[in-house]
């Protein structure tokens, strides 16, 4: 399902506090990797890092084929590399969207020459994301398709999702879902709350997502299909999932970085860099959504990297288009936001950012041990650095973190038996 | 020549209420009366702004918001021009940025802006040097309508503080409603929001006001302030007819008691939020809010020019 680039594997020698903990390891070790196999784990000294099994993020636009200005296979695996991700999965609403095995297998070819990290491409639910008709799924899958989605925009209709639900069985791939009612989120920009009545901007409110996330979960539960649930922002979604799951539905769920720092507040300065859909929301979702995290109810933090051209994000907020980047940030974000201030574990961090999401998709964990090939992440959490515009490998900078001084950097990335990202 | 170099003098601009506090806001009160007294006495036509150029930027229709603000710069002896655009921007083909940044190559003193997009003044007033004054963003902002409105209502009762203003009709979609919300709890007045359930929104409360669904609300009220009824949100299924509306919420003779002010931002759809009795009756002040527009516009060209770039300019030497 991950296509991985062609070429030689790498030796290596890490020495850190291996911190595994989906394994149950916390000890100062020295990790051997030979020709992209870990080899050898033995005691050893101490050199101030943090090594933990690389990131897998579940949610990237690499807005390609269509949109290369905005980001590439090169660029977008790039970044990830350098966010400590061994593995990501991209979003098929690019132009023309990935719902023919011909699409795909073009994006794979050239993900072999240039992907930086393994990838995976999810493909479109329907034809064109329209919601009137499914995708060839066997086919696709048989393609390489690692996941069906209509990110970007939901499958309205309850028909059609429910034939999607049952028809994906042939295929053991997921179904991951954008869950928005558009009769409830049309002409919304944000929240609907204290700052949408104040500002007077179209008002998005959290039941266009929740009522979708209830939908979806009966269907799962009816059919006996997982789902994936993407981006979640609100508190009643986040009750709806946990009460399915209860009830034996196999329905994972993810949510972003900026969804668990900001809230609808950080809208008020217009920046079109807090505008993404669905929006940021009041502080009683974001605490449902930490707390979720932190109990295991939402297994995976997704970025949602979003490219957009500087010159569409340099416009007033409401005709900005929806989307931030993610990638080159997630964990110092997280680390400084959540980890530091004591409201989530590292241990926890580092798990919904690697095991969580590889679980949530069927892809193997990346984890520390012999004969594995190397996924591995050195990070140096107490490096303080300023995310700057110009500091991306990113082709696009709409990131909400600009000017902001962040606490934990990615040293070093391993991924696929590789060293594909190191810090100067 | 040798180039001079000055520090930059603090912009002002004039983009929300929520950035002014009460003694800005009495500022321009008292001096749009200051210039509503001299022009009353004198020559129309003052010399204040000459050599200044004032320029407005529209892209939305507009008759009396414009013509009020091309008037108010006229009658300072700024040179002004409009530029006017029927769509947005985007339909026009050339961005925001563009259309501003070419207008600021002509480095104009001030830049009055209205757009159907939230922010957008404040996005002019990042791209260029001009001062900026907002004049309608979306369902934002319309800080001018505020000044005005409380102009008016401060030449009816002699006072702000304290005064009760019922706000009646489509909240949600009124950037009017929410600058003047605004304005309201900066004077110390107080403010009650009365409409339909569907037009008013959630969490509206937040700008210190109370609500009420039911018009006999309006009764406790010293003023009563008539929203405009958009036709086009009959489409939009907020309210089920203009008819069921009127009668719910039509500001009729019998539901204004004596002693009430009624007041509309314009242009009023005459028999559907307010009836015409109401409307040419003596408690209506609207030609009053007209003409405190165009005072207050003056008032507020003045004030974003001069107060603090002139203090600057005289600290730095030359003024």
Not at chain 1, 360 to 387: H, K, M, Q, S, Y
Not at chain 2, 138 to 159: N, V
Request: charge should be negative; proline fraction near 6%.
């Amino acid at each position: 399902m991950l296509v991985r680039r062609t070429g030689p594997s790498d030796s290596l020698t890490l020495e850190g506090r291996v911190l595994a903990p989906g394994q149950g390891v916390d000890e100062a070790l020295r990790i051997t990797v030979s020709d992209g196999i870990i080899t050898a784990i033995e005691p050893g000294g101490v050199d101030g890092l943090v090594l933990a099994p690389a990131f897998v993020d579940p949610h990237v636009h690499l807005r390609t084929p269509g949109r290369e200005d905005e980001e590439t296979i090169a660029s977008g695996t790039a970044a990830a590399a350098a966010g400590g991700y061994c593995a990501i999965l991209a979003m098929p609403n690019t132009e023309p969207v990935v719902d023919s095995a011909a699409v795909l297998g073009a994006l794979v070819e050239r993900a072999r020459d240039e992907a930086v990290v393994p990838t995976g491409f999810m493909a479109a639910i329907s034809k064109g994301q329209l919601g009137d008709e499914l995708t060839e799924m066997a086919e696709l899958a048989e393609a390489g398709a690692a996941a069906f989605t209509d990110d970007g925009r939901p499958v309205e209709s309850a028909g059609l999702m429910r034939r999607a639900l049952q028809y994906s069985g042939v295929t053991d791939r997921r179904i991951a879902l954008h869950c928005e009612e558009p009769s409830l989120s049309r002409g919304g920009h944000v929240h609907e709350g204290v700052i949408s009545a104040e500002l007077g901007i179209g008002p998005y409110p959290s039941t266009a997502e929740s009522i979708m996330v209830e939908r979806d979960l009966s269907l799962a539960r009816a059919e006996e299909r997982p789902i994936h649930l993407m981006h979640l922002s609100a508190r009643e979604s986040v009750s709806a999932l946990e009460q399915a799951n209860e009830a034996g539905v196999a329905a994972t769920g993810e949510v972003t970085p900026h969804h668990l720092v900001l809230t609808d507040e950080a809208v008020r300065a217009l920046d079109t860099n807090t505008k993404m859909n669905p929006p940021l929301r009041a502080a009683g979702d974001r605490e449902a959504l930490r707390d979720a995290l932190r109990r295991g109810a939402i297994t995976c933090i997704a970025t949602d990297h979003a490219p957009h051209a500087r010159h569409e994000k340099d416009a007033p907020f409401e005709e900005a288009p929806f989307g931030v980047t993610g990638l080159e940030t997630a964990f110092a974000a997280l680390h400084t936001h959540l980890v530091l201030p004591g409201l989530l574990s590292l241990e926890t961090l580092l798990e919904r950012m690697s095991a969580g999401p590889a679980r949530a998709f069927g892809l193997a964990e990346p984890r520390i041990e012999i004969g594995a090939r190397a996924n591995l992440v050195a990070l140096d959490l107490e490096a303080e650095w300023t995310v700057t515009e110009d500091g991306f490998r990113s082709l696009s900078a709409n990131s909400w973190l600009i000017g902001e001084t962040l606490r934990g950097r990615v040293v070093k990335t391993v991924a696929d038996g590789r060293l594909v990202f190191e810090h100067a | 020549m040798a180039e001079l170099r000055l520090p930059a003098p603090p912009r002002r601009h004039l983009l929300s209420i929520a950035d002014l506090d009460r003694s800005d806001v009495e500022r321009v009160l008292d001096t749009a009366a200051s210039i509503a007294a001299s022009i009353d006495r004198e020559v129309k036509k003052l010399p204040t702004l000459r050599g200044r150029t004032v320029v407005n930027l529209f892209y939305e229709s507009s008759t009396r918001t414009l013509s009020s603000f091309e008037l108010a710069a006229k009658r300072l002896s700024a040179d002004t021009m409009s530029l006017r655009s029927s769509g947005s921007s985007v339909d026009k083909g050339e961005s925001l940025k563009d259309t501003a940044l070419t207008l600021a190559a002509y480095e104009p003193d001030v830049i009055v802006v209205r757009h159907p997009s939230i922010g957008a003044p404040q996005f002019v007033a990042g791209l260029t040097d001009a001062h900026v004054v907002n004049a309608g963003d979306g369902k934002h902002q319309h800080p001018t309508q505020a000044l005005l409105d409380l102009y008016a209502m401060r030449g009816a009762f002699g006072r702000l503080e304290g005064l009760h203003v019922a706000i009646v009709g489509d909240v949600l979609h009124s950037r009017v409603a929410r600058s003047l919300l605004q304005a309201l709890a900066v004077v110390g007045a107080r403010a009650t929001v009365v409409g339909p359930p569907t037009l008013v929104p959630r969490a509206i409360e937040s700008l210190g006001c109370e609500v009420s669904y039911d018009i006999a609300a309006i009764r406790a009220a010293d003023v009563v302030y008539v929203l405009r009824m958009q036709r086009e949100r009959m489409g939009e299924a907020f309210v089920p007819s203009l008819r069921e509306y009127t009668a719910l919420y039509g500001i009729t003779p019998q539901r204004v008691r004596d002693g009430q002010v009624v007041m509309h931002p314009g242009p009023m759809n005459r028999g559907v939020e307010i009836d015409p009795r109401v409307a040419d009756s003596p408690g209506a002040i609207i030609t009053d809010q007209v003409r405190a527009g165009l005072v207050v516009r003056m008032a507020v060209l003045y004030d974003v020019l001069t107060v603090a770039p002139v203090a600057a300019a005289v600290e730095a030497g030359i003024a």
